[in-house]
Protein backbone atom coordinates (compact mmCIF):
# COMPACT_ATOMS: atom_id res chain seq x y z
CA UNK A 1 0.00 0.00 0.00
CA UNK A 2 1.70 3.38 -0.85
CA UNK A 3 0.77 5.78 1.43
CA UNK A 4 0.55 9.68 0.81
CA UNK A 5 2.67 12.62 2.12
CA UNK A 6 2.90 13.49 5.86
CA UNK A 7 -0.13 15.30 7.15
CA UNK A 8 -0.14 18.93 7.59
CA UNK A 9 -2.68 20.96 9.00
CA UNK A 10 -3.38 24.75 9.27
CA UNK A 11 -3.02 25.06 12.62
CA UNK A 12 -0.72 27.26 14.62
CA UNK A 13 2.77 26.24 16.64
CA UNK A 14 4.38 28.91 18.52
CA UNK A 15 8.30 29.46 17.55
CA UNK A 16 10.78 28.47 20.44
CA UNK A 17 11.37 32.29 21.14
CA UNK A 18 9.97 33.67 24.43
CA UNK A 19 8.05 37.11 24.32
CA UNK A 20 9.60 38.52 27.03
CA UNK A 21 13.18 39.26 25.49
CA UNK A 22 13.80 37.01 23.05
CA UNK A 23 15.74 34.44 25.05
CA UNK A 24 14.80 31.04 23.78
CA UNK A 25 13.17 28.05 26.06
CA UNK A 26 15.53 25.17 26.18
CA UNK A 27 12.95 23.50 27.28
CA UNK A 28 11.72 20.78 24.53
CA UNK A 29 14.85 21.75 22.33
CA UNK A 30 16.53 18.15 21.18
CA UNK A 31 19.68 17.61 21.73
CA UNK A 32 20.75 19.03 18.04
CA UNK A 33 18.94 21.89 18.69
CA UNK A 34 20.42 22.48 21.64
CA UNK A 35 23.76 22.19 20.28
CA UNK A 36 23.29 24.72 18.12
CA UNK A 37 21.62 26.93 20.43
CA UNK A 38 24.53 26.85 22.39
CA UNK A 39 26.89 27.80 19.61
CA UNK A 40 24.61 30.15 18.30
CA UNK A 41 25.22 32.07 21.91
CA UNK A 42 29.06 32.07 21.87
CA UNK A 43 29.61 28.64 22.98
CA UNK A 44 33.31 27.56 21.52
CA UNK A 45 32.62 24.56 18.94
CA UNK A 46 35.87 22.84 21.16
CA UNK A 47 33.31 22.83 24.39
CA UNK A 48 30.39 22.49 23.42
CA UNK A 49 29.74 18.30 23.68
CA UNK A 50 30.67 18.88 27.36
CA UNK A 51 28.90 21.59 27.63
CA UNK A 52 25.84 20.16 26.13
CA UNK A 53 26.08 17.24 28.26
CA UNK A 54 26.20 19.53 31.12
CA UNK A 55 22.77 21.26 30.68
CA UNK A 56 20.89 18.50 29.70
CA UNK A 57 21.67 17.13 32.95
CA UNK A 58 20.90 19.86 35.00
CA UNK A 59 17.93 20.78 33.18
CA UNK A 60 16.25 17.08 32.40
CA UNK A 61 17.53 14.55 35.29
CA UNK A 62 17.89 17.38 38.08
CA UNK A 63 14.64 19.41 37.04
CA UNK A 64 16.90 23.00 37.92
CA UNK A 65 15.60 25.64 36.05
CA UNK A 66 18.09 28.95 37.79
CA UNK A 67 21.24 28.54 35.54
CA UNK A 68 22.79 30.16 38.96
CA UNK A 69 22.11 26.56 40.22
CA UNK A 70 24.74 24.90 37.38
CA UNK A 71 27.26 24.64 39.93
CA UNK A 72 29.68 22.83 37.48
CA UNK A 73 29.51 25.75 34.82
CA UNK A 74 31.82 28.94 35.32
CA UNK A 75 30.07 31.97 36.77
CA UNK A 76 30.70 33.25 33.59
CA UNK A 77 29.07 30.56 31.49
CA UNK A 78 26.03 31.04 33.60
CA UNK A 79 25.59 34.84 33.02
CA UNK A 80 26.05 33.80 28.77
CA UNK A 81 23.18 30.94 29.62
CA UNK A 82 20.90 33.23 31.08
CA UNK A 83 21.31 36.58 28.41
CA UNK A 84 20.39 34.03 26.23
CA UNK A 85 18.02 31.52 27.69
CA UNK A 86 15.53 30.07 29.83
CA UNK A 87 14.38 26.75 30.99
CA UNK A 88 10.32 27.77 32.01
CA UNK A 89 7.76 24.77 31.57
CA UNK A 90 3.63 25.78 31.52
CA UNK A 91 1.73 27.19 34.52
CA UNK A 92 -0.17 25.18 36.87
CA UNK A 93 -3.03 26.91 36.85
CA UNK A 94 -4.93 24.51 39.31
CA UNK A 95 -4.64 21.33 40.49
CA UNK A 96 -7.45 18.95 41.57
CA UNK A 97 -6.97 15.04 43.38
CA UNK A 98 -9.69 12.73 43.38
CA UNK A 99 -10.81 10.42 45.70
CA UNK A 100 -8.67 7.78 44.36
CA UNK A 101 -5.36 9.70 43.79
CA UNK A 102 -5.68 10.55 40.07
CA UNK A 103 -4.52 14.43 40.10
CA UNK A 104 -5.81 16.50 37.35
CA UNK A 105 -3.65 19.59 36.47
CA UNK A 106 -5.42 22.38 34.55
CA UNK A 107 -2.15 23.95 32.32
CA UNK A 108 -1.62 27.32 30.95
CA UNK A 109 0.80 27.38 27.96
CA UNK A 110 1.93 30.13 25.37
CA UNK A 111 -1.18 32.64 24.43
CA UNK A 112 -3.22 32.04 27.69
CA UNK A 113 -4.41 28.50 26.17
CA UNK A 114 -4.77 25.99 28.84
CA UNK A 115 -4.60 22.27 28.43
CA UNK A 116 -5.21 19.21 31.15
CA UNK A 117 -2.64 16.32 32.13
CA UNK A 118 -3.60 13.94 34.57
CA UNK A 119 -1.33 11.42 36.65
CA UNK A 120 -3.02 8.15 37.53
CA UNK A 121 -0.88 6.33 40.02
CA UNK A 122 -1.40 2.66 40.59
CA UNK A 123 0.25 -0.15 42.99
CA UNK A 124 3.15 -0.81 40.38
CA UNK A 125 3.47 2.33 38.60
CA UNK A 126 2.26 5.81 37.97
CA UNK A 127 0.97 7.00 34.52
CA UNK A 128 1.07 10.55 33.32
CA UNK A 129 -1.76 11.44 30.48
CA UNK A 130 -0.34 14.35 28.36
CA UNK A 131 -1.98 16.52 25.77
CA UNK A 132 -0.43 17.03 22.52
CA UNK A 133 -3.04 19.95 21.07
CA UNK A 134 -5.12 22.62 22.55
CA UNK A 135 -8.76 20.75 21.69
CA UNK A 136 -9.26 18.29 19.13
CA UNK A 137 -10.28 18.22 15.26
CA UNK A 138 -11.08 14.39 14.96
CA UNK A 139 -14.61 15.41 16.79
CA UNK A 140 -15.17 11.57 18.27
CA UNK A 141 -18.82 11.86 19.06
CA UNK A 142 -18.11 9.60 22.59
CA UNK A 143 -15.05 12.12 23.49
CA UNK A 144 -15.42 15.38 25.80
CA UNK A 145 -12.18 17.07 24.06
CA UNK A 146 -13.87 16.54 20.29
CA UNK A 147 -16.71 18.94 21.52
CA UNK A 148 -13.65 21.52 21.45
CA UNK A 149 -12.41 23.41 18.45
CA UNK A 150 -9.20 23.07 17.57
CA UNK A 151 -7.00 26.05 18.29
CA UNK A 152 -3.25 25.22 18.00
CA UNK A 153 -0.22 22.01 18.06
CA UNK A 154 1.41 22.69 21.79
CA UNK A 155 5.23 22.99 20.96
CA UNK A 156 7.98 20.20 22.17
CA UNK A 157 8.80 22.61 25.00
CA UNK A 158 5.08 22.23 25.94
CA UNK A 159 4.55 18.88 25.59
CA UNK A 160 7.90 18.26 27.80
CA UNK A 161 7.10 20.56 30.49
CA UNK A 162 4.01 18.50 30.90
CA UNK A 163 5.95 15.77 32.25
CA UNK A 164 8.28 18.41 34.07
CA UNK A 165 5.25 20.02 36.15
CA UNK A 166 4.39 16.29 36.96
CA UNK A 167 7.46 15.60 38.38
CA UNK A 168 7.58 19.04 40.29
CA UNK A 169 4.41 18.54 42.01
CA UNK A 170 5.34 14.66 42.74
CA UNK A 171 8.58 15.77 43.98
CA UNK A 172 10.63 13.32 42.18
CA UNK A 173 13.57 15.25 40.80
CA UNK A 174 16.83 13.75 42.60
CA UNK A 175 18.68 15.86 44.35
CA UNK A 176 22.83 16.68 43.20
CA UNK A 177 24.90 14.21 45.53
CA UNK A 178 22.49 12.20 47.47
CA UNK A 179 22.28 8.25 46.95
CA UNK A 180 20.68 7.25 43.52
CA UNK A 181 17.17 6.40 43.97
CA UNK A 182 15.26 4.20 40.90
CA UNK A 183 11.66 4.68 42.56
CA UNK A 184 9.95 6.09 39.80
CA UNK A 185 6.57 8.06 40.38
CA UNK A 186 6.17 9.09 36.68
CA UNK A 187 6.76 5.46 35.30
CA UNK A 188 4.85 5.55 32.16
CA UNK A 189 4.14 8.39 29.69
CA UNK A 190 0.82 8.28 27.66
CA UNK A 191 -0.29 10.62 24.76
CA UNK A 192 -3.74 10.19 25.34
CA UNK A 193 -5.27 13.75 26.36
CA UNK A 194 -6.35 16.67 24.39
CA UNK A 195 -5.48 16.11 20.67
CA UNK A 196 -4.49 13.66 17.83
CA UNK A 197 -0.44 13.40 18.28
CA UNK A 198 0.53 12.52 15.18
CA UNK A 199 -1.55 15.80 13.65
CA UNK A 200 0.82 17.21 15.97
CA UNK A 201 3.83 14.87 14.78
CA UNK A 202 7.28 16.64 14.30
CA UNK A 203 6.79 18.10 18.21
CA UNK A 204 5.63 14.94 19.44
CA UNK A 205 8.87 13.17 17.90
CA UNK A 206 11.12 15.81 19.41
CA UNK A 207 9.15 15.68 22.57
CA UNK A 208 9.90 12.16 22.75
CA UNK A 209 12.92 12.01 22.20
CA UNK A 210 13.77 14.46 24.86
CA UNK A 211 11.87 12.44 27.64
CA UNK A 212 13.79 9.07 26.12
CA UNK A 213 17.11 10.12 26.42
CA UNK A 214 18.82 8.37 28.80
CA UNK A 215 20.99 11.16 30.38
CA UNK A 216 17.71 13.28 31.28
CA UNK A 217 13.82 12.01 32.06
CA UNK A 218 15.15 8.59 30.57
CA UNK A 219 12.17 6.74 30.29
CA UNK A 220 12.29 3.89 28.03
CA UNK A 221 10.03 3.82 24.70
CA UNK A 222 8.67 0.49 26.25
CA UNK A 223 7.05 3.14 28.69
CA UNK A 224 5.54 5.55 26.83
CA UNK A 225 2.50 4.86 24.88
CA UNK A 226 1.05 6.95 21.86
CA UNK A 227 -2.88 6.58 21.08
CA UNK A 228 -3.96 7.92 17.69
CA UNK A 229 -7.00 7.53 16.08
CA UNK A 230 -6.03 6.12 13.13
CA UNK A 231 -4.09 8.87 10.98
CA UNK A 232 -2.65 6.03 8.65
CA UNK A 233 0.42 8.10 6.68
CA UNK A 234 1.82 8.68 9.69
CA UNK A 235 1.68 5.45 11.48
CA UNK A 236 4.58 3.77 10.11
CA UNK A 237 6.78 7.16 10.49
CA UNK A 238 5.94 6.78 14.38
CA UNK A 239 7.54 3.61 14.63
CA UNK A 240 10.44 4.56 12.60
CA UNK A 241 11.11 8.17 14.58
CA UNK A 242 9.59 7.32 17.70
CA UNK A 243 9.18 3.78 18.22
CA UNK A 244 7.34 3.48 21.06
CA UNK A 245 4.53 1.27 21.93
CA UNK A 246 1.20 2.55 19.54
CA UNK A 247 -2.42 2.41 20.98
CA UNK A 248 -5.69 2.93 18.13
CA UNK A 249 -8.83 4.45 19.06
CA UNK A 250 -10.70 1.61 17.35
CA UNK A 251 -14.24 1.89 18.86
CA UNK A 252 -16.07 0.02 16.28
CA UNK A 253 -16.14 -3.27 14.42
CA UNK A 254 -18.30 -1.56 10.93
CA UNK A 255 -17.84 1.62 9.37
CA UNK A 256 -20.88 2.38 9.68
CA UNK A 257 -20.54 2.63 13.22
CA UNK A 258 -16.85 3.75 13.24
CA UNK A 259 -17.68 6.44 10.59
CA UNK A 260 -19.98 8.24 13.60
CA UNK A 261 -17.99 7.66 16.48
CA UNK A 262 -14.47 7.94 14.93
CA UNK A 263 -15.23 10.27 11.92
CA UNK A 264 -11.75 10.06 10.57
CA UNK A 265 -12.50 6.75 9.55
CA UNK A 266 -14.39 7.93 6.83
CA UNK A 267 -10.79 8.95 5.19
CA UNK A 268 -8.80 5.86 6.44
CA UNK A 269 -11.54 2.79 6.83
CA UNK A 270 -11.44 0.09 9.02
CA UNK A 271 -9.06 -2.42 6.58
CA UNK A 272 -6.89 0.59 5.24
CA UNK A 273 -5.91 0.93 9.03
CA UNK A 274 -5.79 -2.25 9.99
CA UNK A 275 -3.47 -3.13 6.92
CA UNK A 276 -0.86 -0.36 8.05
CA UNK A 277 -1.13 -1.49 11.88
CA UNK A 278 -0.18 -5.58 10.59
CA UNK A 279 3.47 -3.73 9.84
CA UNK A 280 3.62 -1.69 12.99
CA UNK A 281 5.42 -4.04 15.23
CA UNK A 282 7.62 -4.98 13.23
CA UNK A 283 9.08 -1.43 12.62
CA UNK A 284 8.80 -0.51 16.14
CA UNK A 285 10.15 -4.07 17.43
CA UNK A 286 6.69 -3.58 19.91
CA UNK A 287 5.05 -6.34 21.21
CA UNK A 288 1.81 -5.70 20.64
CA UNK A 289 -0.73 -3.46 19.53
CA UNK A 290 -3.35 -2.04 22.46
CA UNK A 291 -6.62 -1.49 20.79
CA UNK A 292 -8.70 1.05 23.02
CA UNK A 293 -12.46 -0.18 22.87
CA UNK A 294 -15.11 2.08 24.38
CA UNK A 295 -18.17 0.25 25.82
CA UNK A 296 -20.86 2.28 24.94
CA UNK A 297 -24.80 0.78 25.49
CA UNK A 298 -26.67 -0.43 22.53
CA UNK A 299 -24.38 0.68 20.20
CA UNK A 300 -21.05 -1.12 20.01
CA UNK A 301 -20.92 -3.76 22.79
CA UNK A 302 -22.74 -6.85 21.18
CA UNK A 303 -21.66 -10.46 21.29
CA UNK A 304 -21.53 -10.33 17.63
CA UNK A 305 -19.53 -6.90 17.76
CA UNK A 306 -16.95 -8.93 20.00
CA UNK A 307 -16.95 -11.61 17.63
CA UNK A 308 -16.18 -9.61 14.73
CA UNK A 309 -13.38 -7.75 15.90
CA UNK A 310 -11.24 -10.98 17.23
CA UNK A 311 -12.14 -11.41 13.19
CA UNK A 312 -10.84 -7.69 12.52
CA UNK A 313 -7.23 -8.23 14.33
CA UNK A 314 -6.39 -11.89 13.39
CA UNK A 315 -2.60 -11.80 12.69
CA UNK A 316 -2.14 -8.38 14.86
CA UNK A 317 -0.40 -8.71 18.15
CA UNK A 318 -2.49 -6.87 20.24
CA UNK A 319 -4.39 -6.33 23.35
CA UNK A 320 -8.11 -4.99 23.67
CA UNK A 321 -8.40 -2.65 26.40
CA UNK A 322 -12.05 -1.92 27.41
CA UNK A 323 -12.91 0.90 28.13
CA UNK A 324 -16.29 1.55 30.23
CA UNK A 325 -17.62 5.10 28.69
CA UNK A 326 -17.43 8.01 31.12
CA UNK A 327 -20.10 10.76 30.95
CA UNK A 328 -19.81 13.75 30.55
CA UNK A 329 -22.11 16.87 30.39
CA UNK A 330 -24.06 16.33 27.32
CA UNK A 331 -22.64 13.55 25.86
CA UNK A 332 -25.18 11.46 24.12
CA UNK A 333 -23.96 7.84 25.33
CA UNK A 334 -24.58 5.87 28.27
CA UNK A 335 -22.18 3.34 29.39
CA UNK A 336 -22.53 -0.25 28.79
CA UNK A 337 -23.81 -2.34 31.51
CA UNK A 338 -21.30 -4.66 33.58
CA UNK A 339 -22.55 -7.37 32.98
CA UNK A 340 -22.54 -6.64 29.17
CA UNK A 341 -18.87 -5.12 29.45
CA UNK A 342 -17.87 -8.66 30.76
CA UNK A 343 -19.78 -11.06 28.54
CA UNK A 344 -17.84 -9.07 25.91
CA UNK A 345 -14.09 -9.27 27.46
CA UNK A 346 -15.14 -13.02 27.68
CA UNK A 347 -15.39 -13.58 24.18
CA UNK A 348 -12.52 -11.30 23.31
CA UNK A 349 -10.33 -13.55 26.06
CA UNK A 350 -11.54 -16.77 24.77
CA UNK A 351 -10.35 -15.89 21.19
CA UNK A 352 -6.43 -15.75 22.83
CA UNK A 353 -6.73 -11.89 23.16
CA UNK A 354 -5.72 -9.77 26.86
CA UNK A 355 -8.93 -7.92 27.55
CA UNK A 356 -8.60 -6.06 30.80
CA UNK A 357 -11.44 -3.92 31.85
CA UNK A 358 -9.82 -0.49 32.54
CA UNK A 359 -11.35 0.73 35.80
CA UNK A 360 -12.31 4.33 35.52
CA UNK A 361 -10.15 6.72 37.43
CA UNK A 362 -11.09 10.50 38.57
CA UNK A 363 -14.40 10.48 37.71
CA UNK A 364 -15.17 12.85 40.42
CA UNK A 365 -12.55 15.40 38.91
CA UNK A 366 -13.70 14.80 35.22
CA UNK A 367 -9.87 13.32 34.54
CA UNK A 368 -10.69 9.95 33.13
CA UNK A 369 -10.53 9.00 29.52
CA UNK A 370 -12.42 10.79 27.54
CA UNK A 371 -13.52 13.65 29.81
CA UNK A 372 -10.65 16.16 29.14
CA UNK A 373 -11.58 19.97 28.30
CA UNK A 374 -9.79 22.85 28.85
CA UNK A 375 -12.18 25.19 31.54
CA UNK A 376 -11.61 28.40 29.46
CA UNK A 377 -12.64 25.98 26.34
CA UNK A 378 -16.16 24.24 28.06
CA UNK A 379 -19.00 26.11 26.31
CA UNK A 380 -21.57 23.03 27.08
CA UNK A 381 -23.54 21.58 24.02
CA UNK A 382 -26.65 20.27 24.76
CA UNK A 383 -26.64 16.14 24.29
CA UNK A 384 -29.25 16.99 21.08
CA UNK A 385 -26.83 19.37 19.62
CA UNK A 386 -23.92 16.54 20.31
CA UNK A 387 -25.90 14.06 18.80
CA UNK A 388 -26.98 15.71 15.77
CA UNK A 389 -23.69 16.81 14.89
CA UNK A 390 -22.47 12.84 15.33
CA UNK A 391 -25.68 11.76 13.10
CA UNK A 392 -27.56 9.61 15.62
Request: one cysteine or more; hydrophobic letters at 40%.
Amino acid sequence: MTLSAPITQDVLTLPRKLPEGGKTNLVGLTRDQLRAALIAAGTPEKQVKMRLGQVWQWVYHFGIRDFAQMTNLSKDYRALLAEHFVVEVPEVVSRQISADGTRKYLVRIAGGHEVETVYIPEETRGTLCISSQVGCTLTCSFCHTGTQKLVRNLTAGEIVGQVMLARDDLGEWPVAGAPKDETRMVSNVVLMGMGEPLYNFENVRDAMQVVMDGEGISLSRRRITLSTSGIVPEIARAAEEIGCLLAVSFHATTDEVRDRLVPVNKKWNIKTLLDTLRDYPRLSNSERITFEYVMLKDVNDSDADARRLVKLIAGIPAKINLIPFNEWPGAPYQRSDWERIEAFADIVYKAGYASPIRTPRGEDIMAACGQLKSATERARKSSKEIAAEAGL
